[in-house]
């Protein structure tokens, strides 16, 4: 069926509760999607849907769509952050959840201990002569009327709706254990037995469910933990009336507007994203970056909200609040990822879908089949039950939902903000990355490299009258001169009679001298020493006085110190790296030999439609590109690119062009993201190739009786701990 895109689009998601395998969430897709003008995805690991619709649907509509099915759904609000607000009433149920289960789990298996050793143990059984069949049966009774309520009730409301899931397996599988050892004791027909079956398969499969229950948990504990990061109350800079005095005083966050200042001591919490106004400190960016080393701020820098001040105290004025801060951006990209699909797990959940009524149909065909070859009804049970048992497809709708959960958690942790599992697939074929120069190979902000003087003429004293003439000017390089001036304590004189001249230079009197800061063409005499300069990498302007050049000053930006790095850690990925830059062909060089790109891989004086153009071509010539940029002037790039990254301390246009969003201003980064994604990929493909093989040699094992309906239960239970606790080992994932 195809479902049309709806028209004035909105979007809710719901808190899914009820879900317990993959058929689970397939059926609730299948239903929401079938509702006009509405696009659902369900993911069973998350326990969330995330659902697009438009008029005339409601959310009313929605809700009531997915309790028709059997399940409980619930609106998530949004809290002040822009996050799922309902988070923590989440987690509460998720803790009384877990306790009830650990609870079930916990008596299911001490009982059916006590069963399996008078059932399978023949002293034991001895011992205990004609009382043993009674004493099982009062042993298992409240196993399968209590412990194993949960798989009841659901297959209960699976078949009132004509549908069925893992639930209904587990049920039909212990209940026909049951119900045969029951009529036999009562009966005395047969002397066999299964009591230790329907109690033991019970006391595995809780157990499973618990361990995938908690190792679950602890995957989105990383999401959880960003949920939580924000300051709960803040200090904030009030006029009194009476006096005009600042005074400070305690609001909750949620009440902070843009503009306000609050106080920020050291070991707070930075309330919400804001500018520096007063004080100096270094705060500790960890969370949004993966950063562990704390960020010197001071007067005019920009902190983060979630982040801690560690030795200052500082005044900040607030610049974004609520849902459009940093923090709450971050969560909403995580939360965006995890809920979404990759076109792989799609796959499973289609096999998810008719695989429950396929293994129904297999587990009465070989239960009349071994009827039918001559057997007992007792012998032809036994199969039977183990087909029920083995065939619960647990694992295959966990094996991509619990990777991506821990994946993009994991990344959120290191500074990487994946947007969509999708994306991992891409990851997978990229095979060449562009970097933008400016801002993502460089540190952005140019810097005074060299001064070149002529005859006795002291450096010191070249970069005192550039910086005079420079200091009234907001020019990038007029700036980096100034700061260099300060840097050495040079005490910068007044200037009097300045004059600008556009796309040249500027002129001024500096003690009672006319000095001269440009291009070549405003001195009559410019000295070979000086002329050699310019062709050095960079911008350089001279400096002079009485029409002659004195001095040559060099500024450019830096490479920053882990961009060589990053170019390596890229190579060994098997990543063909190329540079793209709007800078003259002579800097752009300089810089890729500086980080080590070829130089017959860089694209110099690149204008932002330039940009566009040279991905399209490298991708015409058969190349999967990946494009690394933090301005506006990449976002088309970044749009039209294989795979879009953006560099988190660039434009909001680059960063919502972009796949992945790299919080720290750092390309080694840009490695971690693709190993990470490539890593998440890999360990989605591990889970699905356990559980498709888990399923496909079972089946048959089980239906021609070489497998016990008991060992069954617990090959089943571990299957799924097996994915689950694969997928945690992304948690440690670093390079």
């Known amino acids: 069926m195809t479902t049309p895109t709806p028209t004035s689009e909105q979007q809710v998601d719901l808190a899914i509760t009820g879900m317990t395998c993959a058929s689970c969430s397939a059926r609730i897709e299948r239903k929401l999607n079938k509702l006009e003008g509405v696009q659902a995805s369900v993911n069973l690991a998350t326990e969330k849907a995330r659902v697009a619709y438009a008029d005339p649907v409601t959310v009313d509509d929605i809700v009531a769509t997915v309790r028709s099915a059997g399940y ?10 822009g996050d799922s607000g309902s988070a923590p009433p989440a987690d509460t149920h998720d803790l009384v959840g877990d306790r009830s289960l650990r609870l079930r789990a916990a008596v299911a298996l001490a009982l059916a201990a006590a069963v399996v050793v008078i059932a399978m143990v023949p002293p034991v059984s001895e011992a205990l002569g004609g009382a043993a069949p009674w004493l099982e049966l009062v042993l298992t009774t409240p196993v399968y009327l209590w412990a194993a309520w949960p798989f009841h009730r659901a297959a209960a409301i699976n078949a009132r709706h004509l549908s069925s899931t893992m639930d209904t397996l587990v049920s ?15 009966t005395g027909f047969t002397e066999h037995l299964y009591f230790e079956v329907a109690a033991a398969v019970t006391a595995f499969l809780l157990v499973g469910r618990y361990i995938e ?54 070991g707070e919490k930075i309330a919400t994203d804001g500018v520096v106004v007063e004080g100096h400190s270094a705060v500790d960016t960890s ?45 909403r990209l995580v939360e965006e990822a995890q809920t979404g699909k990759a076109p792989v797990q799609r796959l499973a959940d289609r096999i998810s879908a008719v695989f429950v009524p396929a293994v129904l149909v297999a587990a009465t ?131 009097r009679h300045f004059t600008g001249l556009p796309g040249q230079g500027a002129r001024g009197t500096v003690n009672d001298v006319e000095v001269t800061v440009g291009k070549p063409d405003l001195f009559g005499t410019v000295p070979d020493e000086l002329r050699a300069a310019l062709d050095t990498a960079g911008t350089t ?174 090959a089943m239970a571990a299957s799924s701990v097996i994915v689950v606790l694969n997928s945690q080992r992304l948690r440690g994932y670093d390079r």
């Open 72 to 81: 409980g759904a619930d609106p998530l609000d949004e809290g002040p952050g």
């Open 541 to 714: 302007v001279l400096v002079g006085w009485d029409d002659v050049a004195r001095a040559a000053l060099t500024v450019a930006d830096e490479p920053r110190p882990t961009s060589a790095e990053a170019i390596t850690r890229l190579r060994e990925l098997g990543l063909t790296p190329y540079l793209l830059t709007g800078d003259n062909e002579q800097t752009a060089r300089a810089v890729a030999a500086q980080v080590g790109i070829d130089p017959e891989r860089v694209r110099a004086g690149v204008l932002p439609q330039d940009k566009y153009a040279e991905v399209a071509t490298l991708q015409e010539a058969g190349k999967v590109v990946a494009m690394v940029g933090d301005g506006v002037n990449d976002a088309a790039a970044l749009a039209q690119a294989d795979l879009g990254m953006a560099m988190g301390s660039g434009t909001d246009v680059a960063m919502n062009s972009a796949d992945i969003v790299l919080m720290r201003p750092d390309v080694t980064t840009v490695a971690r993201a693709i190993g990470l994604s490539r890593r998440t990929l890999h360990i989605i493909k591990q889970n699905l190739f356990w559980a498709f093989a888990y399923n496909t040699a079972a089946i048959p094992l089980a239906a021609f009786g070489l497998l016990n309906p008991m060992i069954a239960g617990a």
């Open 213 to 266: 229950s908690r190792a679950k948990a602890t995957g989105r504990s990383a999401l959880t933990s960003l949920l939580t990061l924000g300051a709960k109350d803040v200090a904030v800079l009030r006029t009194d009336p009476a006096s005009g005095a600042w005074t400070e005083q305690r609001v909750p966050t949620d009440q902070l507007e843009v503009g306000a200042r609050f106080v920020v001591r050291p």
């Open 365 to 495: 065909l070989t239960f009349l089949l071994w009827l039918l070859t001559g057997s007992t009804l007792a012998a032809a049970l036994e199969p039977a039950v183990a087909v029920l048992i083995i065939a619960c497809p647990c694992a295959l709708g966990l094996a991509t939902p619990t990777a991506l959960l821990t994946g993009t958690s994991r990344g959120a942790q290191l500074g990487v903000l994946i947007k969509g599992p999708q994306i991992l697939e891409s990851t997978r074929r990229v095979d060449s990355v562009v970097l933008d120069k400016t801002g993502t190979l460089t540190v952005g902000e140019p810097s005074l490299q060299s001064i070149t003087t002529t005859g006795r003429l002291p450096k010191d004293a070249a970069l005192k009258a550039a910086a005079a003439v420079e200091d009234g000017s907001e020019h990038p390089i007029a700036r980096a001169i100034v700061d260099a001036a300060r840097q050495a304590r040079i005490e910068i004189p007044e200037v």
């Open 287 to 331: 969370m949004v970056t993966g950063e562990s080393m704390p960020v010197e701020v001071s007067v005019d820098d920009q902190v983060t909200g979630g982040t801690v001040n560690g030795s200052g105290r500082l005044v900040v004025q607030a610049t974004r609040v609520g849902s459009e801060t940093t923090l709450a951006q971050i969560t």
């Open 172 to 186: 039909l599988g212990v209940t026909a254990a049951y119900v045969w050892s029951l009529t036999a004791v009562l």
